[in-house]
């Protein structure tokens, strides 16, 4: 049972435009959560992070949404870049050590 | 130089083989932990080991035993491989949370098993 879901599996988006992630989950349990994007054949890379007790994060140009009483998070990219083309996960933690994941949303950033 | 490192990278066997894949972290985590990503891309946690303990198991067929001979690496032995096993593999370290430290987890690039 997908405990955390991703409904888009793909984004097409505009560079220089905002790139929006979506995510929502099931478990009010998860109390940290993670983004995380994925080169083909590579492994998955750590992009930003937001613990529960928080409602946005932000790094550069990610910023994380937390919205706790609707189970949902999602990460906004802006500008999107050619480089960010990839696919990114969602993630939640679970008592510290179990991390669950979304399926993915690839994202293409058209020149 | 490579924080969470995996070999072999491909890994292509025969059904019924027996086969290891090893992780080493040079990043001084006292948590690591193996992923499977299945043919549909799901990621899903296997285990997990924090300095040299199980902590987590999932439902994970007993073919699979994780060995971690010290902190800094967890190996992954499969017994009498099957086609179902083929995925690829990953191997994450995290900081030893006592520390008050991050809880992001690290991911080494990935062993592709393919069974035939």
């Known amino acids: 049972d997908q405990q955390v879901k991703q409904n888009s599996p793909s984004l097409s988006v505009q560079e220089g435009r905002i790139s929006i992630l979506n995510c929502d989950y099931t478990n009010s349990m998860f109390d940290y959560f993670l983004w995380y994007k994925k080169y083909p054949a590579e492994g998955p890379t750590f992009l930003i992070s937001i613990s529960s007790i928080k409602d946005k994060n932000e790094d550069g140009r990610f910023t994380v949404f937390l919205n706790k009483s609707a189970k949902h998070l999602s990460l906004h990219i802006v500008p999107s870049q050619p480089g960010d083309s990839a696919v990114y996960f969602c993630?939640?933690?679970?008592?510290?050590?179990?991390?669950?994941f979304g399926a993915g949303t690839t994202v293409t950033v058209r020149a | 130089d490579t924080a969470v490192s995996q070999t072999p990278k491909y890994l292509v066997t025969q059904m019924g083989n027996d086969k290891s894949i090893k992780c080493e972290q040079n990043l001084g985590h006292d948590t690591m932990y193996w992923y499977k990503q299945d043919s549909k891309k799901f990621l899903k946690i296997m285990f997990s080991y924090n300095n040299k303990e199980l902590i987590i198991n999932e439902t994970v067929p007993n073919r699979f035993s994780p060995k971690s001979p010290d902190k800094a690496h967890l190996n992954l032995h499969i017994n009498s491989l099957e086609l179902g096993d083929s995925a690829v593999y990953f191997c994450?370290?995290?900081?030893?949370?006592?520390?008050?430290?991050?809880?992001?987890?690290?991911f080494g690039p990935g062993t592709r098993l393919l069974v035939l």
């Open positions: 993630a939640a933690l679970l008592n510290d050590y179990k991390l669950s």
């Open positions: 994450a370290s995290s900081q030893d949370l006592q520390q008050g430290a991050s809880k992001t987890q690290y």
